[in-house]
């Protein structure tokens, strides 16, 4: 898509539309506008202004964009964009939100700047939790602060116990032969979840539970749900992903959610809900980066988390959630939430940082 008009100016630009219906919920109405970062959309006044600085790259075309528009803020949610913190404009403040679990994997942030000299900043990132919050420090140039997840602080907290067990599902549609690094093909980092759904299953018939499925696919959840039916045949219910799910009411309905590393197994910890994780993963370099609480140095296994992959230490685990009480619960949370996940009720805090240095200005 091309655009023929030079951008409007803004006191505040978004880095990247995906992800921004999220965070334009935080920042006043009519204050902002876009960047599109993926090719998807090019300004034509702005792609004549970068040639004529004798200037090609798509980097410098996203240099130039932002000099015209002169945002005081530019915000992201894209926190895994390196490029993002390498800009350097004297005229603005970056922010970055965290929007998903980060780990030292070779797709993710933290493998692809480890041991590079890289230059990167950032005037402040939200993050999810106060483990995670150090490791961007240690990495980038910015200060932190923890807020938890962006998307569930938006939702209340409303407990509705419908459904009895869960698991969160981090199926992905990827050809098992796949390398993910070195002599780790994807077949070997879906074992994992295959020992989970088989101990689950035991577990549901033995108690006479009926196991819920909450999927994570949107475009490929047909697939995601053949998959679980060679386990599991229809002695269970698969909630399919959709952009109409809606997730975080759904899992408050939940006596117990268990999973292995997903995004919305912490989540749904950071909302106070009862949770049981299995540190099932590869724990060699640098999927150890996908262990329970990784990169906080806490011991993993505990009343709610085991590494341990036999049924016997599942059952515990599953018993011992099931039959917590509520005040109980409560203290695990006060104990493990600032390693795992905060939660800031309609996102009060990140409001009201952005409307401080809107005022600044």
Request: net charge positive.
């Amino acid at each position: 898509m091309i655009e023929v008009f030079p951008p409007a100016k803004k006191k505040i630009l978004i880095f990247d539309n995906h992800g921004s219906e999220h965070v334009q919920k935080v920042l006043p109405k009519n204050s902002f506008s876009i960047l599109f970062v993926r090719h998807e959309k090019f300004n034509l006044y702005i792609l004549f202004k970068t040639f004529l600085k004798f200037k090609f790259r798509y980097r410098d075309y996203l240099k130039t964009y932002i000099e015209h528009v002169r945002p005081k803020i530019l915000i992201t949610t894209i926190d895994n964009n390196k490029f993002f913190y390498q800009i350097n404009f004297k005229f603005l403040k970056k922010i970055s939100i965290q929007n998903a679990r980060r780990t030292g994997i070779p797709e993710d942030l933290f493998f692809n700047i480890k041991e590079k000299k890289l230059k990167l900043f950032c005037d402040i990132i939200f993050t999810h939790n106060n483990s995670i919050a150090s490791l961007y420090k240690k990495n980038i140039n910015s200060k932190t602060y923890s807020i938890g997840s962006l998307r569930s602080n938006f939702f209340p907290v409303r407990k509705n116990i419908l459904f009895k067990l869960g698991y969160v599902s981090t199926f992905r549609d990827r050809n098992i032969n796949q390398k993910l690094y070195n002599n780790y093909f994807y077949e070997d980092f879906r074992k994992a979840e295959v020992l989970l759904i088989n101990h689950l299953k035991k577990y549901s018939i033995e108690r006479n539970i009926k196991l819920i499925i909450l999927g994570c696919e949107i475009k490929d959840w047909k697939k995601e749900k053949e998959f679980y039916d060679s386990f599991l045949g229809k002695n269970y219910i698969f909630i399919k992903n959709s952009e109409n799910r809606n997730t975080y009411s759904l899992i408050d309905k939940f006596e117990i959610l268990a999973g292995i590393d997903s995004t919305l197994i912490y989540e749904n910890f950071g909302r106070g809900n009862k949770t049981a994780f299995f540190s099932y993963r590869n724990m060699k370099y640098p999927f150890d980066s996908r262990k329970f609480a990784w990169p906080a140095k806490i011991k993993i296994d505990n009343s709610f988390c085991t590494s341990k992959k036999d049924y016997k230490n599942f059952k515990k685990v599953i018993d011992f959630v099931l039959r917590c009480n509520k005040n109980k619960w409560k203290t695990i949370y006060r104990k493990y939430f600032k390693y795992l996940m905060f939660y800031d009720s309609k996102n009060k805090k990140i409001k009201s940082y952005i409307n401080q240095i809107i005022k600044e200005i």
